[in-house]
């Protein structure tokens, strides 16, 4: 099983971002994104389950899409309306019909003036 994260970068605030998963090898029942900023744990962003159902942190409510592509193993997150708050590195997630937990490599979102 892969994980392959794409899309980040760097942004002023106010702006977007669209970060892009795609896993192979597998079906993925659940897939999600956290993030981890400097000098903080890991934290949930949002997730999506098979049937399109989605579920997102307070801090991203209203701001952050998340969708998949069954087809095509994606799971994607559009990122509007960014805070400089939002700076982390992001990681997907994805959990398996056997409940395996995989994860991606990260890529990084910097929102700064």
């Known amino acids: 099983v892969q994980l392959q994260a794409s899309g980040g970068g760097s942004v002023q605030p106010g702006g977007s971002l669209r970060l892009s998963c795609a896993g192979s090898g597998s079906i993925f029942r659940r897939m999600g994104w956290y993030r981890q900023a400097p000098g903080k744990q890991r934290e949930f962003v949002a997730s999506i389950i098979i049937s399109g159902t989605p579920t997102y942190a307070d801090s991203v409510l209203g701001r952050f899409t998340i969708s998949r592509d069954n087809a095509k193993n994606t799971v994607y997150l559009q990122m509007d309306g960014l805070k400089p708050e939002d700076t982390a590195v992001y990681y997907c997630?994805?959990?398996?019909?056997?409940?395996?937990?995989?994860w991606g490599q990260g890529t990084q979102v910097t929102v700064s003036s």
């Open positions: 997630n994805m959990r398996n019909l056997r409940d395996y937990v995989y």
